[in-house]
């Protein structure tokens, strides 16, 4: 029988990509406000470009924020210390135009509804430890290792702004080997293109990828193939909160809504039903109940219930797809006010999120990771 073969792709970012600096903006300004009032209602988008901040959208809450503060510490921690960066957390200007939220929208919010319609999606599979794809894990620490190169001076001409791709081999639904790794990383003008291959491939390519599924003389490695990578940051493109979906989530894995995490506090299904359903996927694949498991949600808004729950295991399930949902139905509450007390969401944890993946990582703040409900399931399931 002939084996199926195929190459999958994901990527990440650092937290110095214009996109990741305003998602960062985003959720610390959310993380300010729910740090002093925890229950208030924030959808905060950013935009950056050359030399200019604008921090935007819909706040109710009963605290007061600086916002052109946390905008600009935001940015000195990320690293744009220095005009000669192409963007200077002192020097730039800050615009904040802030609304209150709609009160058409609010009363539908007040009464426990979901804030929006829209659709979600959650996933987990058995490639890796943290049980999520092994393309966009391996991208995401491609990128902290980028970055943590630079903060620790070990490559001391590298600037925030980088990127990551890796180009996994799968082999009857497995992965197999790391075919290409592309890693584009801003840098000072006096670096030469073969020196920062040589201190890529050893510093961030070698010790990130595990020796077993990488073949350094076959594998194809693109280090900053433009050639030269000096501008970058805000003056290099511009940055928008939501422009980094698939880096946020599953690297391409999994279908998704459309909607965006950062600037949103919990009452937003966008990103709180999103942050269920991995929870509930993980907890079906860390239960052996599948291989991997998609869990599709959507909403109407100011309604409670999900309008529906879909369950997809891709044959790899040891029960019925119809009756894991109805496991799911029965151990997890889907309702905007159920999720958030859960998942105990209506506190200020949002910044770490918003750089190198919202899901996969050991944080125990990011309780949508746990997998304490395996023997619930299991039981149920009768496994």
């Known amino acids: 029988m002939a084996r199926d073969e195929h190459l999958f792709t994901s990527e990440s970012v650092t937290e110095g990509h214009p996109d990741k600096i305003a998602d960062q903006i985003s959720d610390s300004v959310l993380d300010a406000i729910l740090a002093q009032d925890p229950m208030g209602r924030v959808a905060c988008e950013t935009l950056l470009t050359t030399g200019l901040v604008v921090v935007a959208g819909e706040i109710t809450t009963s605290c007061y924020v600086d916002i052109p503060r946390v905008a600009r510490e935001t940015i000195k921690q990320v690293g744009y210390t220095r005009a000669k960066f192409g963007f200077d957390f002192e020097t730039c200007g800050v615009i904040a135009a802030i609304d209150e939220q709609s009160s058409d929208i609010a009363m539908g919010v007040d009464k426990l509804g979901a804030g929006d319609q829209g659709l979600m999606f959650g996933y987990a599979c058995t490639e890796t430890a943290e049980l999520m794809p092994l393309p966009i894990i391996l991208a995401h620490k491609l990128a902290q290792r980028l970055s943590e190169r630079r903060k620790a001076g070990a490559i001391d ?26 890693v584009s990383t801003q840098h000072g003008p006096e670096a030469g293109a073969s020196r920062i291959r040589e201190d890529i491939i050893e510093q961030v ?5 595990p020796a077993e599924l990488i073949d350094l003389d076959k594998c194809v490695i693109h280090v900053n193939p433009t050639g030269r990578f000096v501008t970058g940051g805000p003056m290099g493109d511009t940055g928008l909160t939501g422009r980094k979906i698939i880096v946020d989530t ?35 694949v860390a239960a052996g109940l599948a291989e991997r498991a998609q869990l599709q949600v959507a909403y109407a808004i100011g309604v409670a219930e999900p309008v529906s729950i879909m369950v997809e295991t891709f044959g ?44 996969g990582r050991p944080d125990p703040d990011f309780t949508w990771e746990r997998t304490d409900r395996v023997k619930d399931l299991r039981d149920d399931a009768k496994l």
């Open 205 to 209: 390519i070698k010790p990130t990828i």
């Open 316 to 359: 790899t399930g040891e029960v019925p797809n119809a009756e894991l949902e109805r496991l799911v139905r029965r151990h997890f509450d889907f309702t905007p006010a159920g999720i958030i007390k859960y998942l105990d969401l209506r506190r200020p944890i949002y910044k770490k999120t918003a750089a190198y993946g919202h899901f």
């Open 157 to 182: 001409y590298l600037r925030p702004d980088g990127k990551s791709q890796v180009t996994v081999k799968y082999v009857d639904g497995k992965p197999r080997a790391v075919e290409t790794v592309v």
């Open 250 to 284: 599953y690297g391409g894995s999994c279908p998704h809504g459309g909607g965006a995490f950062s600037g949103k506090d919990p009452t937003k299904v966008d990103r709180s039903a999103c942050y269920m359903a991995r929870h509930v996927a993980k907890n079906i």
